[in-house]
C-alpha cells in the first residue's frame, strides 16, 4: 500500500528559492508535500529540475508510475536560477566533437541539440507555459583575433551542418547591436534564444503532476541501495521509495550522493544581477532584445527581461558555499561591459550552484542495471537538459540508440579525486579566467 499522500495545488511559494527576479515574476504552480511513509513507483527521480521533470513527464505519459523527490523545492536549483539562455549545439563546438568523436557522432549530437532546442518550444506550446521565450542569441568575441575563428565556425554550420540561422557579424555590427566598445566581432544565431529559466520549470512541473507524477518537495534522498529487482532510496526525513529504476538527476546539488557521480562532476557557483527597469535606454543596451555570451572562459552572459531589465550574469566563484555579496560581486562585470550604466540601481542578485566536467560534455551514464544518471550541463542545460530527461526516459523503455550515444562522450574523471578534486580544479580555472583579463 502506498502511504505516501498528495495536496491540492496552491499558489507559488517563493519559499526555498533564491529572492531573484524569477521568483518575484513566477507563475502559479503547485505546492507539494514532503514524502512521509513510503512510496512505490516504476521509477525514482532525484531532481526536480529540467532534467528529472521532462524524465518523469515523459514516463508518465508513456503510463510509468513516477515518483520525483526534490530537496528543496521544483526549479529551486539551476534551472530556476541560470541565464536563461537558449544555446545550439552541445557546450563543445562541432569542430571539437568531429575530433573527439568523429563525424558522424558529432553530427547525430548536432542533431540532438536542435531537437533539444524544439524540444523546448514545443514542451512550452504544448502545456502553454508562460516563460517569455525569445528568439536570437550574440556570441561577443571580446578579443580582436577570435573573430576570424568565429567566422569560420558560422561557415561550419552552415557549410556542413545545413544550419542556416547562423550569420557573422563585424565589430560595427555587432557595436549597433549591443551597446557597448567591449566586442570587436562574433555571431548571431536567429535559431537560439532566452527565456524565464524558472517559469519553465515550473510549468514542465505542473504538467508533470497532471501527468500523474507524484513530486515531493523539501525530500532530500541520502542513499540509493539496489536490492532484488529495483531499487530502495531513502530520504532525509525517513521517507522511503521502492522502485524499479533510480534517475539522478540533481546536476551539482547532487554532489556526495553517488560516488561515481562525483568523480565526474563538480559544483560550481554562478551569479547573476538584475536591474532596474531601463525604459528607453534598453535600446541601446542590446537593440535587437536578443541574449548575449560573450567568448571569456568565464563567460559574461546577459539580455532583457520582459520588463525592460538588464539580467547579468557573470563572475563565477570557486570557493565553497554562496556569496553574500553578490550585487557588489558582479556590478563591476556589468560596468565594464556597460560604463553607461553607472548609475543604474542593482534591484536583485542571486547565485546559486551549476554543475561542470571536467571537459564540459555532459555525464550521462548507465551506473548499473537500474540506475542512470544525467548531469554537469557545464552551463548548456536550458536546451539540453529537457532532452537529456527525455532520453532517460527512452533508456528505462528499452530504447537505448540516443542513450548510447550519450554514452559515448568520454567525460574523464577530475584529477585528485574526492579530496584534492576541488583544489586542483580551482587553480585550473583561475588560470584560464586569468587569461581572460590579458
Given at each position: 500500500?502506498d502511504e505516501?499522500?498528495s495536496?491540492p495545488?496552491a ?5 526555498g528559492?533564491?529572492?531573484s527576479?524569477y521568483?518575484?515574476?513566477?507563475i502559479?504552480?503547485p505546492?507539494?508535500?514532503a ?6 513507483a516504476?521509477?525514482c527521480?532525484l531532481?526536480?529540475g529540467?532534467t ?8 508518465a505519459?508513456?503510463?510509468?508510475g513516477?515518483v520525483?523527490?526534490?530537496?528543496a523545492?521544483?526549479?529551486?536549483g539551476?534551472?530556476?536560477r541560470n ?6 549545439g552541445?557546450r563543445?563546438?562541432q569542430d ?6 568523429g563525424?558522424?557522432d ?7 541539440a536542435?531537437?533539444?532546442k524544439?524540444?523546448v ?5 504544448r502545456h502553454?507555459i508562460d516563460c517569455d521565450?525569445k528568439?536570437?542569441l550574440?556570441?561577443a568575441?571580446h578579443?580582436?583575433?577570435f573573430?576570424?575563428?568565429?567566422h ?7 557549410e ?5 540561422a547562423i550569420?557573422?557579424l563585424?565589430?560595427?555590427?555587432i557595436?549597433?547591436l549591443?551597446?557597448t566598445?567591449?566586442?570587436?566581432g562574433?555571431i ?5 534564444g532566452?527565456?524565464h ?5 515550473l510549468g514542465?512541473a505542473?504538467a508533470?503532476?497532471?501527468?500523474g507524477?507524484?513530486?515531493f518537495e523539501g525530500t ?5 541501495t539496489e536490492?532484488?529487482a529495483?531499487?530502495?532510496v531513502?530520504?532525509e526525513?525517513g ?6 529504476f533510480?534517475?539522478?538527476c540533481g546536476?551539482?546539488?547532487?554532489d556526495?550522493?553517488?560516488?561515481r557521480?562525483?568523480a565526474?562532476v563538480m559544483?560550481?557557483?554562478n551569479y547573476?544581477?538584475?536591474t532596474?527597469?531601463?525604459?528607453t535606454r534598453a ?9 548575449v555570451?560573450d567568448?571569456r572562459?568565464v563567460i559574461n552572459?546577459f ?5 525592460g ?6 563572475g563565477e566563484s570557486?570557493r565553497r558555499?554562496?556569496r ?5 560581486f558582479v556590478?563591476p562585470?556589468?560596468l ?6 553607472q548609475d ?14 571536467l571537459n564540459?560534455m555532459p ?5 548499473s ?8 550541463y557545464s552551463?548548456?542545460g536550458?536546451a539540453?537538459?529537457p532532452l537529456?530527461g527525455?532520453?532517460?526516459?527512452e533508456?528505462v523503455?528499452g530504447q537505448?540508440?540516443?542513450f ?5 562522450m568520454?567525460v574523464?574523471?577530475?584529477p585528485?579525486?574526492k579530496?584534492m578534486r576541488?583544489?586542483m580544479?580551482?587553480?585550473g ?10
Amino acid at each position: 500500500m502506498d502511504e505516501a499522500q498528495s495536496r491540492p495545488p496552491a499558489a507559488f511559494d517563493p519559499a526555498g528559492h533564491a529572492a531573484s527576479w524569477y521568483a518575484a515574476t513566477a507563475i502559479a504552480c503547485p505546492a507539494f508535500p514532503a514524502l512521509k511513509g513510503e512510496a512505490k513507483a516504476d521509477v525514482c527521480i532525484l531532481g526536480g529540475g529540467y532534467t528529472g521533470l521532462s524524465a518523469a513527464l515523459h514516463l508518465a505519459e508513456a503510463g510509468f508510475g513516477v515518483v520525483v523527490l526534490e530537496a528543496a523545492r521544483v526549479g529551486s536549483g539551476a534551472s530556476g536560477r541560470n541565464g536563461g539562455q537558449l544555446h545550439s549545439g552541445q557546450r563543445r563546438t562541432q569542430d571539437v566533437l568531429e575530433k573527439v568523436m568523429g563525424r558522424e557522432d558529432a553530427h547525430k549530437l548536432w542533431d540532438l541539440a536542435e531537437e533539444g532546442k524544439a524540444l523546448v518550444k514545443g514542451l512550452i506550446a504544448r502545456h502553454g507555459i508562460d516563460c517569455d521565450l525569445k528568439g536570437g542569441l550574440i556570441h561577443a568575441d571580446h578579443k580582436p583575433h577570435f573573430v576570424k575563428e568565429s567566422h569560420d565556425y558560422a561557415r561550419l554550420l552552415r557549410e556542413d551542418y545545413g544550419y542556416d540561422a547562423i550569420d557573422p557579424l563585424t565589430r560595427e555590427e555587432i557595436r549597433a547591436l549591443v551597446g557597448t566598445q567591449a566586442y570587436h566581432g562574433g555571431i548571431i544565431d536567429r535559431g537560439a534564444g532566452h527565456l524565464h529559466p524558472l517559469n519553465f520549470a515550473l510549468g514542465l512541473a505542473k504538467a508533470a503532476a497532471g501527468a500523474g507524477v507524484r513530486i515531493f518537495e523539501g525530500t532530500r534522498a541520502v542513499a540509493a541501495t539496489e536490492e532484488g529487482a529495483g531499487v530502495t532510496v531513502t530520504t532525509e526525513g525517513g521517507g522511503v521509495v521502492r522502485a524499479g529504476f533510480l534517475l539522478e538527476c540533481g546536476n551539482g546539488l547532487m554532489d556526495g550522493f553517488d560516488r561515481r557521480v562525483d568523480a565526474h562532476v563538480m559544483p560550481i557557483c554562478n551569479y547573476i544581477v538584475a536591474t532596474e527597469p531601463l525604459g528607453t535606454r534598453a535600446k541601446g543596451v542590446i537593440a535587437n532584445d536578443a541574449a548575449v555570451a560573450d567568448s571569456r572562459f568565464v563567460i559574461n552572459y546577459f539580455r532583457l527581461s520582459g520588463d525592460g531589465r538588464l539580467l547579468f550574469g557573470g563572475g563565477e566563484s570557486y570557493r565553497r558555499g554562496l556569496r553574500t555579496d553578490v550585487a557588489s560581486f558582479v556590478r563591476p562585470y556589468m560596468l565594464r561591459i556597460f560604463p553607461q550604466l553607472q548609475d543604474v540601481r542593482i534591484d536583485y542578485a542571486w547565485g546559486g550552484v551549476l554543475a561542470i566536467t571536467l571537459n564540459r560534455m555532459p555525464f550521462v551514464r548507465r551506473l548499473s542495471d537500474k540506475i542512470l544518471v544525467s548531469a554537469g550541463y557545464s552551463g548548456q542545460g536550458v536546451a539540453l537538459a529537457p532532452l537529456f530527461g527525455k532520453i532517460l526516459a527512452e533508456a528505462v523503455k528499452g530504447q537505448l540508440e540516443r542513450f548510447d550515444l550519450l554514452q559515448r562522450m568520454p567525460v574523464p574523471p577530475f584529477p585528485g579525486g574526492k579530496l584534492m578534486r576541488y583544489p586542483m580544479m580551482v587553480a585550473g580555472l583561475s588560470y584560464y579566467a586569468l587569461r581572460d583579463r590579458l
